[in-house]
């Protein structure tokens, strides 16, 4: 049975921080490549960062330089770090493993609000 849940999401000022974390479960989650999408009201899910199992990352443009992506694979664990928020980083924000198990799966996500 595949599962992820998302925590660590919260209300923070502008410029604050907030870390994400996300335990998978029902992946070969060592292996998998592991994504970080979010999703703003009235928008389309977007990708925000991935990780692959040797640790090479991306970045979308938007996040570059303020987000860290890691992961724990003792743990089934990955992680986002948000530094410096801002407004337009306000969203639900989603992990899910690069496995054809989770294709159609999605977790509840975790709110992130940036107030000004």
């Known amino acids: 049975q595949v599962q992820v849940e998302e925590t660590g999401g919260g209300w923070v000022q502008l410029g604050g921080s907030l870390r994400l974390s996300c335990v998978a479960s029902?992946?070969?989650?060592?292996?998998?490549?592991l994504d970080w999408y979010r999703q703003a009201p009235g928008t389309q899910r977007e990708l925000v960062a991935s990780?692959?199992?040797?640790?090479?990352?991306f970045y979308a443009d938007s996040v570059k330089g303020r987000f860290t992506i890691s992961r724990d694979n003792f743990k089934n664990t990955v992680y986002l770090q948000m530094n410096n928020l801002k407004v337009e980083d306000t969203a639900v924000y989603y992990c899910?493993?690069?496995?054809?198990?989770?294709?159609?799966?999605w977790g509840q996500g975790t709110q992130v609000t940036v107030s000004s």
């Open positions: 029902g992946s070969r989650f060592s292996t998998n490549i």
């Open positions: 899910k493993p690069r496995d054809v198990a989770f294709r159609d799966y």
């Open positions: 990780i692959a199992a040797d640790e090479y990352t």
